[in-house]
């Protein structure tokens, strides 16, 4: 009998079970599933800017965590998306096929699951950043082109585009690139010309389509046209350039960086309604928000009655009105008997706040 619970690095205690796989570079599992947690394995954790990981409560019932693509597939592109950029920075030209191999298999993926719904965080290494990134902002760009209807020929085109949007990042120094400070305007100046290099990357690779390529010179578009690098606005952005966007600040809203701590999903989905119209096609917003789980499998939330809960259930088609384990009781014990409430139907109850997940504010990335 047990329950997954994600649970801040800083709240997590000795003897407790890792529930999930936590990730290193390259794919490798730092911390097994299974994995009894001492205090050794808890610093280091935060030393390699693991913020969060899934584990295991002995409360109730089992309950699984969704998962959109598979670990393995996860891995594999994380690796090729990896190889690419090492290839195109050592001026050697992408393998088109093994980026269209596994976008290939990404899409089999996310398409035999028709109600898909974002529902999970990722829990990685810090220094994997980049890659996972791509790998994330081409699984939500995706999952939003399902949601406007896409047929398999334009989500392929979309996700190439999306898992490659910033592969111009690898003609940008890495001492530009990483910067934990703020960036001189010339410094800035080069980091938005990874847009065109990115373009130019991929138009001159006979593997890939033009509007794959564009979605690497407009994905820092904004709707409004103020962004970079040509300030295009509203819809002469190409539509894959317009979900991408979406999907790269999402993604890195989420996810820790070095200069910021990341935040919660419904954090990272007020930041996003508030600039729809602004930074981001507002329909597009839309479809894209409603494939977002506000409060994930494992988030533990204060409820409106006093009582703290944990979400065990996605309502596919309410992602912000979930089924809740209540496991402390309105004056603060602990339920011994959790019982299952979905929201959906219990419409006087709501969630105030989440609660020990990871906390934290920033800003989207560059
Ligand atoms: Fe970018």
Not at 48 to 60: M, Q
Not at 138 to 153: H, P, Q, R
Not at 198 to 219: K, L
Request: aromatic letters at 8%; charged letters at 25%.
């Amino acid at each position: 009998m047990s329950l997954i619970r994600l649970l801040a690095v800083d709240s997590l205690k000795n003897g407790m079970k890792v529930a999930k796989n936590v990730y290193w570079c390259d794919g490798n599992v730092l911390l097994a599933k299974g994995v009894c947690l001492h205090r050794g394995f808890i610093e280091k954790l935060k030393v390699f800017g693991i913020t969060s990981v899934y584990i295991i409560d002995e409360l109730i019932d089992k309950i699984e965590v969704d998962e959109l693509v598979t670990e393995q597939t996860r891995n594999e592109a994380t690796l090729i998306v990896k190889e690419t950029m090492q290839n195109v920075k050592n001026a050697k030209t992408p393998e088109g096929e093994k980026v269209i191999k596994i976008v290939d298999s990404i899409t089999d993926e996310l398409i035999s699951n028709p109600n898909i719904i974002v529902n999970l965080v990722e829990v990685r290494a810090m220094n994997d950043y980049t890659f996972a990134h791509c790998l994330g902002v081409s699984i939500l760009a995706m999952v939003t082109g399902i949601g406007m209807g896409y047929d398999y020929k334009k989500l392929k085109e979309l996700g190439i585009g999306a898992i490659l949007h910033d592969i111009g990042k690898a003609f940008i120094p890495d001492e530009v690139l990483y910067k934990p400070g703020p960036l001189t305007q010339s410094e800035y100046e080069e980091i938005k010309n990874h847009t065109k290099m990115g373009y130019n990357t991929i138009r001159d690779c006979n593997d890939f389509s033009m509007s794959s390529a564009h979605v690497a010179w407009q994905h820092h578009e904004k709707f409004d046209g103020t962004g970079y690098p040509r300030r295009l606005k509203g819809e002469t952005i190409h539509e894959y350039a317009r979900i991408t966007a979406l999907a790269d600040v999402y993604d890195a809203l989420t996810t820790r960086r070095s200069y910021r701590e990341q935040i919660m999903p419904h954090e990272a989905i007020e930041y996003l309604r508030d600039a729809e119209g602004i930074t981001f096609d507002p329909e597009i917003a839309e479809v894209f928000l409603e494939k977002i789980a506000p409060f994930p499998v494992g988030s533990v939330v204060q409820l409106n009655n006093g009582e703290k809960a944990v979400v065990t259930k996605i309502n596919k088609e309410f992602p912000g009105r979930p089924v809740l384990a209540s496991i402390v009781d309105s004056t603060g014990s602990k339920i011994e008997q959790p019982v299952e409430r979905d929201l959906r139907k219990d419409l006087t109850l709501f969630i105030v706040e989440v609660i020990n997940v990871w906390i934290g504010r920033g800003r989207p990335g560059r």
